[in-house]
Nanobody
Framework: QVPLAESGGGLVQAGGSLRLSCGVS????????MAWFRQAPGKERDFVAA????????YYADPVKGRFTISIDNAKNTVYLQMNSLRPEDTAKYYC??????????????????WGQGTQVTVSS
C-alpha cells in the first residue's frame, strides 16, 4: 500500500483561497496520474481535477474550472491543488488519489488504486 498524505485543509470565507498538498511517501511506484476528489456529507465522491504525472496534462471538473489548479512537484513527489474564489458549495472532504495504470488520468474513482485519508475544506458564506 502506498500512503498518500493530504494536508492544507481548513476553514475559509467565501472568496478565499486554500492550497492542498498530497505527498506520496513510502516505496516508489510507477505513477501515471494523480487526482483530487471531494465528498460532501450524504453525497457521492466527485471528481475535481487530475494530472498526468509525466506530461503533465490536466483535466478539471466543470464546477472548478478557472478557480482550481492542479500541479506536481516531481522533486518533492507531491501534488497540489490551489483553490481560489472558494464557494460554500466547495465544502467537502478532499481526497488525493493515484494510479499507476497505463490509461492514466480518469474521472472515475474506480480507476484509482491508492487513496489518502482526506482533508476537510469548509467554506463559510
Amino acid at each position: 500500500q502506498v500512503p498518500l498524505a493530504e494536508s492544507g485543509g481548513g476553514l475559509v470565507q467565501a472568496g478565499g483561497s486554500l492550497r492542498l498538498s498530497c505527498g506520496v511517501s513510502g516505496r516508489t511506484f510507477s505513477k501515471s496520474a494523480m487526482a483530487w476528489f471531494r465528498q460532501a456529507p450524504g453525497k457521492e465522491r466527485d471528481f475535481v481535477a487530475a494530472i498526468d504525472w509525466s506530461t503533465p496534462r490536466t483535466y478539471y471538473a466543470d464546477p472548478v474550472k478557472g478557480r482550481f489548479t492542479i500541479s506536481i512537484d516531481n522533486a518533492k513527489n507531491t501534488v497540489y491543488l490551489q483553490m481560489n474564489s472558494l464557494r460554500p458549495e466547495d465544502t467537502a472532504k478532499y481526497y488525493c488519489a493515484a494510479t499507476g495504470r497505463i490509461s492514466g488520468m480518469a474521472v472515475s474513482a474506480s480507476r484509482y488504486d491508492y487513496w489518502g485519508q482526506g482533508t476537510q475544506v469548509t467554506v463559510s458564506s
